[in-house]
């Protein structure tokens, strides 16, 4: 019986953890899931891509093997190589910063596309934007001036940002017309809640979610907070909260 009810108890959270978020776009609907901390999958017309894939390849046991990876950066939350060793790569391309090229252990990509901050690149009709992500000032930044990506990423017509660890930039401030945004928030090694919804606030997004937003000593931050901020100054901004880490995490 006690098995039971935790079973019952974590169903919820597993339910939450494993729905895909449905967009329209002008060549069918657009699916993405959250995963793990910044690791999302997205599904459109048949293509699969992963994000920051991390957390373990169990993770992705029921989910379509990625014909594409994105990567923003080289730190391991983002470029865990574990979960990579786990999931079958002889038909995915990676693309990612040059220096995610060069700590890669894992070289069975079928192919490997280096694309540098302000680049852009196409892959089967999606098209990818590489936008500067890094902290400011420089001086003591653990996410150095054009080392890291974010990515915009084009499904049909919809515009999808994915931030990587970074503060609020001038890079992410003077987006333009995204649909859906990830955005970080969790110092000390990215953005705080107050900054990140005044970057918000700066680009407009249609819909935002937070998320890597786990700061240390598994503290979380309070993304409830980043919603009143936002929505208090534009009510238009959909800010969708969900739970990146759930009990069994």
């Known amino acids: 019986m006690k098995k039971l009810l935790t079973i019952l108890f974590l169903l919820p959270f597993f339910w939450a953890y494993a729905q895909p978020e449905t967009f329209s776009t002008k ?10 901390h910044a690791a ?16 373990g390849a169990e993770r992705y046991k029921n989910m379509k093997m990625p014909d594409l990876i994105v990567i923003t950066h080289e730190h391991g939350d983002h470029l865990d190589e574990a979960t990579l060793a786990g999931l079958d790569l002889t038909k995915t391309e990676l693309i990612a910063p040059q220096k995610v090229i060069d700590q890669l252990k894992n070289k069975t990509f079928a192919k490997i596309t280096v694309l540098p901050n ?34 915009v990423l084009t499904f049909g017509g919809k515009r999808v940002y994915l931030s990587g660890d970074t503060d609020g930039t001038p890079d992410m401030r003077s987006l333009k017309n995204i649909d859906v945004a990830f955005v970080c928030m969790n110092p000390p090694y990215t953005m705080d809640v107050v900054p990140a919804a005044d970057a918000v606030l700066a680009f407009k997004p249609a819909v935002v979610y937070p998320y890597h937003y786990r700061q240390p000593g598994n503290k979380f931050s309070d993304i409830e907070l980043f919603k009143k901020l936002v929505n208090d100054r534009n009510p238009k901004i959909d800010v969708r909260l969900r739970n990146w880490y759930t009990a069994a995490q």
């Not at 060549?27 to 793990?36: A, D, H, M, S």
């Open 27 to 36: 060549k069918g609907n657009l699916e993405i899931t959250p995963v793990f």
């Open 40 to 55: 999302l999958v997205m599904q459109w017309n048949g293509i699969t891509v992963y994000a920051d894939t991390y957390g």
């Open 118 to 151: 302000g680049q852009n690149y196409t892959y089967k009709n999606i098209k990818i934007e590489a936008i500067g992500a890094y902290n400011i000032p420089e001086e003591t930044a653990r996410h150095k001036k054009g080392v890291g990506n974010g990515y």
